[in-house]
């Protein structure tokens, strides 16, 4: 199956600072990936529909200032969480599809958990 | 709109023992509908997903589930748990457009 590759997989930040994560695609072209937040012990929360080229879709009561995702490529998507607080800690995970808008089954990142002390 | 729901957050059996794990979903479309399974701080995998073939879909790991329109579920089953199953489990469902919406997860504990 395809690989998506996230990095760094830890981060333990100071709050105020600003952190970046990457998302590739190692062996496909992905146009469309997805960034999720994961609290403890809950489900996936969408974020935001990275667009290769174009702005992100975010989901509503996503702050697009406080979590900065650009596409530049087709292997490439970053999330760089701004001036992060301690109640940005979380694991946040990004996803690319391959195939059909609905038929096409999400191919995850490992994840990357974010500590902001 | 489209929701998935799944009944259990934490389900416990006994090693070779029957694995069910419930899941209804709402769809105003015919939906295309996924099983993923999430170890400890790890990304999720794909189990097995049904896109309006056969109503039965076997997937990796022994899993299958069943597609049932009437009853709006897609039970994930197995027949006999081992040690290594022992995760989260994450239905899904995706219709009508890029999103995929993920239910609140089940964990499977599986007793010795």
């Known amino acids: 199956g395809a690989v998506v590759s996230q990095h760094p997989s830890r981060v333990i930040c100071k709050s105020g600072t600003s952190v970046k994560i990457e998302c590739r695609s190692l062996d496909f072209q992905a146009t469309t990936m997805f960034w999720y937040r994961q609290f403890p012990k809950q489900s996936l929360m969408l974020m935001a529909t990275?667009?290769?080229?174009?702005?992100?879709?975010?989901e509503q009561g996503v702050e697009k200032d406080k979590f900065l995702i650009n596409h530049a490529s087709l292997t490439l998507s970053t999330l760089t969480v701004t001036s992060a607080h301690p109640e940005d800690s979380s694991f946040y995970i990004c996803?690319?599809?391959?195939?059909?808008?609905?038929?096409?089954?999400?191919?995850f990142g490992e994840g990357s958990r974010l500590t902001v002390l | 709109a489209q929701s998935v729901t799944q009944l259990g957050s934490h389900v416990s059996v006994s090693e070779g023992a029957l694995v069910l794990l419930r899941c209804n979903y709402s769809s105003s479309v015919p939906p295309y509908l996924f099983w993923y399974v999430q170890y400890p701080n790890q990304g999720l995998q794909l189990l097995l997903k049904?896109?309006?073939?056969?109503?039965l879909v076997k997937g990796i790991n022994g899993f299958e589930a069943e597609f049932k329109k009437s009853e709006t579920s897609f039970h994930l089953t197995k027949p006999s748990a081992h040690m290594s199953d022992a995760a989260e489990y994450f239905c899904a469902v995706a219709s009508g457009g890029f999103k995929t919406i993920f239910g609140a997860g089940t964990r499977l504990f599986v007793k010795a």
């Open positions: 049904y896109t309006s073939a056969a109503t």
């Open positions: 996803s690319a599809r391959v195939g059909s808008r609905d038929t096409g089954e999400l191919f």
């Open positions: 990275s667009n290769e080229g174009s702005k992100a879709t975010y």
